[in-house]
Nanobody, 126 residues
Framework: QVQLAETGGGLVQPGGSLRLSCAAS????????MAWFRQVPGKEREFVAV???????IFADIVRGRFTISKVNGENTLSLQMSNLKPEDTAVYYC????????????????????WGQGTQVTVSS
């Protein structure tokens, strides 16, 4: 089991930037897939981005080119750097850990992730 704790959420103006962090314990994140999802009230949790155990990354179309996912050097921590934020990016952002055996076509599937953080609120508003 992997314990995950997100930090870094907050209020930011449209066009601004924000960096989320997900500190992991219990497993080395270079051995598993690590992803970010987000959810707004009344909607299903949606895929944002994933960093595979190999280091390769995949992004949802709606954030590609604006968001970057990476491992923090020297730490067992996943980072989500968000730029050019839009009001529609407002959501609770969750970090998730999944098995490295998951095939590429299933990496956006919420069911492929076993462990979740508590979430952090991101609000994009002027």
């Amino acid at each position: 089991q992997v314990q995950l704790a997100e930090t870094g959420g907050g209020l930011v103006q449209p066009g601004g930037s924000l960096r989320l962090s997900c500190a992991a314990s219990g497993r080395n994140i270079n051995e598993i897939n690590m992803a970010w999802f987000r959810q707004v009230p009344g909607k299903e949790r949606e895929f944002v981005a994933v960093r595979r155990w190999s280091g390769t990354t995949i992004f949802a179309d709606i954030v590609r080119g604006r968001f970057t996912i990476s491992k923090v050097n020297g730490e067992n921590t996943l980072s989500l750097q968000m730029s050019n934020l839009k009001p529609e990016d407002t959501a609770v952002y969750y970090c998730a850990a999944g098995r490295r055996s998951t095939i590429t076509s299933e990496l956006r599937n919420i069911a492929r992730y076993d462990d979740w953080g508590q979430g952090t609120q991101v609000t994009v508003s002027s």
